[in-house]
């Protein structure tokens, strides 16, 4: 069964609007999950770093005020898309690793569609 | 983090064995070889994970040549249900101090033709 879980799996809204999606870890604890965007036919690529209890980590080019990140528990980290427009469409994918060393466990996504 | 190449696209048909090789020639001493499978619309799903020689498990077998700067992913009897996009990564154990995040290349589109 799923060990990372993402909601909602698909959000469509107006542009300009803030857009909240959650990751939650299912059955362990996460000081640390990962947020990927993914375009059509392309590969995932790496937006930021969330901690727990601590600032999130940004890639390079990911504006941190447009994506903003909390990760307020173990369980769970967020993603706000803010003020979104069209260009920020595209499939949102976090992941999680179980324990330390292990392989991270990807959550099944949210399609944002921003009209 | 290590850079890794597939080849962009393989065809097979229902019932052979699919082999998917993937360089990375700068691989280091702590680095362990992580492939995934990605559906459409769906998250990736982890496959096998290896460190050197050879790692099986139910869906596939990991080999891992001595000087480590390829791996090749093997699939006994390919079914339609495996076609799919499938990634090679190579990144440190979270646990060896490295944050454990994970830098997605291309990946192979495999299409299993009936």
């Given at each position: 069964g799923a060990v990372v879980s993402q909601h909602p799996s698909w959000v469509i809204c107006k542009s300009g609007t803030s857009v909240k999606i959650e990751c939650r870890s299912l059955d362990f604890q996460a000081t640390t999950m990962f947020w990927y965007r993914q375009f059509p036919k392309q590969s995932l690529m790496l937006m930021a770093t969330s901690n727990e209890g601590?600032?999130?980590?940004?890639?390079?080019?990911?504006?941190?005020?447009?994506?903003?990140?909390?990760?307020?528990?173990?369980?769970l980290s967020t993603l706000t898309v803010t003020s979104a427009h069209p260009e920020d469409s595209s499939f949102y994918i976090c992941s999680a690793p179980i324990l330390p060393g292990q392989p991270q466990h990807f959550g099944d996504g949210t399609r944002l569609s921003i009209l | 983090l290590a850079k890794t190449t597939q080849p962009i696209s393989m065809d097979s048909y229902e019932g052979q064995e699919v082999n998917i090789t993937c360089s990375h020639n700068n691989i280091a001493t702590n680095d362990y070889i992580t492939w995934y499978q990605q559906f459409p619309s769906?998250?990736?799903?982890?496959?096998?994970?290896?460190?050197?020689?050879?790692?099986?498990?139910?869906?596939?077998?990991?080999?891992?040549?001595?000087?480590?700067?390829?791996?090749?992913?093997?699939?006994?009897?390919?079914?339609?249900?495996?076609?799919?996009?499938?990634?090679?990564?190579?990144?440190?154990?979270?646990?060896?101090?490295?944050?454990?995040?994970?830098?997605?290349?291309?990946?192979?589109?495999?299409?299993?033709?009936p």
């Open positions: 601590s600032k999130a980590t940004y890639e390079q080019g990911v504006e941190k005020d447009k994506f903003l990140i909390n990760h307020a528990s173990l369980t | 769906q998250g990736p799903r982890f496959i096998i994970q290896g460190y050197k020689t050879k790692v099986t498990n139910e869906v596939a077998s990991l080999f891992i040549p001595a000087d480590r700067k390829s791996s090749t992913l093997s699939l006994p009897r390919v079914s339609l249900s495996d076609t799919a996009v499938y990634y090679c990564l190579v990144a440190l154990h979270h646990g060896s101090g490295n944050t454990g995040k994970l830098i997605f290349g291309q990946g192979t589109t495999l299409q299993v033709k």
